[in-house]
């Protein structure tokens, strides 16, 4: 089968970056948002951690902001989540665009969208779903992408799973009538993006800002940087 769809990841992907270090940028500023507003910011961080790690642990049925939302509610109960659930969307509003200066930019990025576009391909952005919408978008314009390009951008409102749960592959393909056979993932995460070949799907191993926890053997997927990358699409697609 020819390939119709092109799943991209995001962090490390499209958008240049060092996880961890944009993980610490991203407590750090949250922290300090938190403690300026007489909020005990390093304590609800923690809290805010252990939200994501009930993301991880989704198994649908619920969407990864309900679940989030769902323990947090639990911690500090409703009207005082509500409260701290303000401030969450004003960092995110006001105060997350300052992690940008963690992020790198890889000016082939869109030259790879637009290759694709060109080649008629429904194009998605399979970014772990832990962020809402708002956080997400600022991050693929980082990228220099359109968010209107793309067919679905994941969320943590849209989403029921995490990377590398396969039924986060599994509920792209339900829910835009997909087949594995008939997309191609890209990622530079061994384990959260190349385990959509189990489904069927092509990979390519995006190698500039590799991640390989487990230590697999990178010789058994498609893998190099964007100028390979675009050499594999035009010979596969």
């Not at 940028?25 to 805010?48: P, Q, R």
């Not at 649908?60 to 509500?82: D, I, L």
């Not at 969208?113 to 194009?123: F, I, N, P, W, Y």
């Not at 994941?154 to 594995?180: A, V």
Request: hydrophobic fraction near 40%; charge should be negative; glycine fraction near 8%.
């Amino acid at each position: 089968m020819s390939i119709k769809t092109v799943l991209y990841d995001l962090d490390g992907t499209l958008l240049p970056m060092d996880t961890l270090g944009f993980v610490r940028m991203f407590a750090e500023v949250l922290i300090e948002k938190l403690n300026k507003l007489g909020l005990e910011g390093e304590e609800i961080m923690s809290e805010v951690n252990s939200g994501i790690f009930c993301m991880f642990a989704n198994e649908g049925g619920q969407t990864n902001e309900k679940a989030f939302k769902e323990y947090m509610e639990k911690v500090y109960g409703t009207e005082q989540y509500r409260v701290i659930e303000e401030h969450l969307l004003d960092f995110y509003h006001e105060d997350f665009a300052k992690l940008k200066a963690s992020c790198g930019f890889e000016e082939a990025s869109a030259q790879i969208v637009e290759l694709c576009k060109s080649k008629g391909l429904k194009q998605i952005v399979a970014t772990n779903p832990l962020f809402p919408e708002i956080a997400t978008a600022q991050r693929v314009a980082w990228a220099g992408l359109n968010f209107e390009d793309f067919l679905e951008v994941t969320t943590f409102e849209n989403c029921s799973y995490c990377k590398p749960n396969i039924k986060y592959y599994e509920e792209i393909l339900e829910k835009h009538g997909l087949k594995g056979e008939e997309c191609l993932m890209v990622g530079n995460d061994v384990d959260e993006d190349m385990i959509a070949s189990q489904l069927g799907m092509k990979v390519f191993l995006v190698t500039d800002n590799l991640i390989n926890r487990s230590g697999t053997d990178i010789d058994k997927f498609p893998h190099g940087d964007f100028a390979k990358l675009r050499d594999f699409i035009e010979e596969t697609i």
